[in-house]
C-alpha cells in the first residue's frame, strides 16, 4: 500500500533563518506531488504541484521554493523565512494516470518567531 | 475558473442531532467532487469521492452527500452525529486536469455538544 510522510511535525523557526521541509511517497511510482498551506482558519492554498522529477508549477508567487530530486521525494524550501511563512504545511500525493483523488500526509506546523 | 465554496464556517449540533454541510461549486465543465475531514493537528483525510455514476455517495462512518448539478451543489449529510465526528471539513473540486489540482473550500468546523 501507499504511504506518505512528511516531517518534522512541528517546527519554530526564527525569522530570516532557512527552510527545509520533505516529504517522501511510498508503493507507488510516478506520483503527481503537491504542497499546500493551511493558515489558522483558512482553508488550504495549493502552492506548489510536481508531476515529474525536476518539474516544479508554482501556483502563487512566494517566498518558498519546491524541488523533486526524486520520484518519491518533494522539498518544500525557503532561504529567508518571514512571518508570514507561518502555517500548517501539507504535503499530498494522486496517482499520475487516471484522476483520482489526493491523498495527504500528517503536515509540518510551523511557527515563525 | 472553478471555485468551492462553504456557506457555514461554523457548524455546532448536539450528539445524535442530525446535520448538514453545505457546499457549492463553480465550474464551466464536468467535475469531481469530494469531502475531505481534518482532526486536529492532523493531516486530510478522503471523506467521500463523486466521480461518475450514482449521484448519491456515502462513506464507511454514515456520512453521504448528493451531487446535484442543476444546484452546482454537494452537501454532505449525517442523520445522527457523534462525539468522534467533531473535525473540520472540506469539500474540493477538480476539473480532472492532468495534475489532478484540486480546488478546496474554506472549511466547515464541526462541533458536536453532548
Known amino acids: 500500500s501507499q504511504t506518505i510522510h512528511q516531517w518534522p511535525a512541528t517546527l519554530v523557526q526564527p525569522v530570516g533563518s532557512p527552510l527545509s521541509l520533505e516529504c517522501t511517497v511510498e508503493g507507488t511510482s510516478n506520483p503527481n506531488l503537491y504542497w499546500y498551506r493551511q493558515a489558522a482558519g483558512r482553508g488550504l492554498q495549493l502552492l506548489f504541484y510536481?508531476?515529474?522529477?525536476?518539474?516544479i508549477s508554482s501556483e502563487v508567487p512566494q517566498n518558498l521554493s519546491a524541488s523533486r530530486p526524486q520520484d518519491w521525494q518533494f522539498i518544500l524550501s525557503s532561504k529567508k523565512l518571514l512571518l508570514s511563512d507561518s502555517g500548517f504545511y501539507l504535503c499530498a500525493w494522486s496517482p499520475r494516470t487516471g484522476f483520482q483523488p489526493q491523498h495527504f500526509g500528517d503536515g509540518t506546523r510551523l511557527s515563525i518567531l | 475558473a472553478q471555485s468551492v465554496t462553504q456557506l457555514d464556517s461554523q457548524v455546532p449540533v448536539f450528539e445524535e442531532a442530525p446535520v448538514e454541510l453545505r457546499c457549492n461549486y463553480s465550474?464551466?465543465?464536468?467535475?469531481?467532487l469530494f469531502w475531505y475531514v481534518q482532526y486536529p493537528n492532523q493531516g486530510l483525510q478522503l471523506l467521500l469521492k463523486y466521480l461518475s455514476g450514482s449521484t448519491l455517495v456515502e462513506s464507511i462512518n454514515g456520512f453521504e452527500a448528493e451531487f446535484n448539478k442543476s444546484q452546482t451543489s454537494f452537501h454532505l449529510r449525517k442523520p445522527s452525529v457523534h462525539i468522534s465526528d467533531t473535525a473540520e471539513y472540506f469539500c474540493?473540486?477538480?476539473?480532472?486536469?492532468?495534475?489532478?489540482?484540486?480546488?478546496f473550500g474554506s472549511g466547515t468546523r464541526l462541533s458536536i455538544r453532548p
Open positions: 474540493a473540486v477538480s476539473e480532472g486536469s492532468s495534475a489532478s489540482k484540486i480546488i
Open positions: 510536481s508531476v515529474g522529477i525536476g518539474q
Open positions: 465550474s464551466s465543465v464536468s467535475v469531481y
